[in-house]
């Protein structure tokens, strides 16, 4: 069975930096890129980013660029996220998610971590 | 990047109806839509793949069609549990992008 746990809730000031992790299990973690997701307070879903967890590639999403950087650890099937230079508006839920289809970068999610809240505020 | 819309934002519908959503996308996607629920306070779900293919375990009552630009979402007879946004979200091409949602309520 697919399972993603992610890490608690996080409170930073206002240019720290926060890494959140996403652990996998069901299934062989090398084999499904793994998205990351956000959701600000009220608002609707954001893409972040992908990251081959084999080979550990990654594309952003261009808002991030410069500022977040998705990293894995193949021998805890984790993925993490770490976002810099923090500010008010990155306060949001962040969900990591996993590809429908093994192998392909471009393909559906079908598979949603529980979310961990990010606030920052001074 | 391929922008997503969907109608309504909101609506309001009995037990036992049948709701319908519509997304639109700003180009061609073929069949590369998903639909996710999001329960109040809880994480996204995944219902349908592939514009119309129904994730393992979802009820029955959910369905999807469209292609190309124009998509639709059903829920054949809405259930208490069906109080949710629902996303419609392109992965034809990156960055996959979501629709705005929309809110289900009874």
């Known amino acids: 069975q697919v399972h993603l746990v992610q890490s608690g809730a996080e409170v930073k000031k206002p240019g720290a930096s926060v890494k959140v992790s996403c652990k996998a299990s069901?299934?062989?973690?090398?084999?499904?890129?793994m998205h990351w997701v956000r959701q600000a307070p009220g608002q609707g879903l954001e893409w972040m980013g992908i990251?081959?967890?084999?080979?550990?590639?990654?594309t952003y999403a261009q808002k991030f660029q410069g500022r977040v950087t998705m990293t894995r650890d193949t021998s805890t099937s984790t993925v993490y996220m770490e976002l810099s230079s923090l500010r008010s508006e990155d306060t949001a839920v962040y969900y990591c998610?996993?590809?429908?289809?093994?192998?392909?970068?471009?393909?559906?999610?079908?598979?949603w971590g529980q979310g961990t809240l990010v606030t920052v505020s001074s | 990047d391929i922008q997503m819309t969907q109608s309504p934002s909101s609506l309001s519908a009995s037990v036992g109806d049948r709701v319908t959503i519509t997304c639109q996308a700003s180009?061609?996607?073929?069949?590369?839509l998903n639909w996710h629920q999001q329960k109040p306070g809880k994480a996204p779900k995944a219902l349908i793949y592939?514009?119309?293919n129904v994730e393992t375990g979802v009820p029955s009552r959910f369905s999807g069609s469209g292609s190309g630009t124009n998509f639709t979402f059903t829920i054949s007879s809405l259930q208490p549990e069906d109080i949710a946004t629902y996303y419609c979200q392109q992965y034809d091409s990156l960055p996959p992008t979501f629709g705005p949602g929309t809110k289900v309520d009874i």
């Open positions: 069901g299934w062989t973690f090398t084999s499904y890129y």
């Open positions: 592939d514009a119309s």
């Open positions: 990251i081959n967890p084999s080979g550990g590639s990654t």
């Open positions: 180009q061609d996607i073929s069949t590369d």
């Open positions: 998610a996993r590809s429908l289809r093994p192998l392909v970068v471009v393909t559906a999610i079908s598979h």
